[in-house]
Nanobody, 127 residues
């Protein structure tokens, strides 16, 4: 599966952005999809993930974004979204969406469990 992340940009602190992760090559319907981010000079870190059915096993968020970010999916559009509200300068990073090799497999927060990665979209939050 190929992933294309978009929606990044420059926003002031307190503002909002919505990132999109569009799948191509095959449907995203059976995949757990996650968002990770990487700030300059830092490791790539988990942000949020959503299981293939969007319920049952619940969505998961890093503590740093819980209550501000919402992950959702639209299987008809083959897209996963990350709605980011109340943005902070510490949210500045390149954001990547990712999928595991296998479908119907919950991968959670572990970066090495994800095999397919989008190209990343830059989010810059000014103070």
């Amino acid at each position: 599966v190929q992933l294309q992340a978009s929606g990044g940009g420059l926003v002031q602190a307190g503002g909002s952005l919505r990132l999109s992760c569009v799948g191509s090559g095959r449907t995203l319907r059976g995949y757990t999809i996650a968002w990770f981010r990487q700030a300059p000079g830092k490791e790539r870190e988990f942000v949020a993930c959503i299981p293939w059915n969007g319920d049952g096993v619940s969505t998961d968020y890093a503590d740093s974004v819980k209550g501000r970010f919402t992950i959702s999916r639209d299987n008809a559009e083959n897209t996963v979204y990350l709605q980011m509200n109340s943005l902070k300068p510490d949210d500045t990073a390149v954001y990547y969406c990712a999928a595991p090799f296998s479908t119907y497999f919950y991968t959670g927060r572990t970066r090495d469990d994800y095999s397919f990665w989008g190209q990343g979209t830059l989010v810059t939050v000014s103070s």
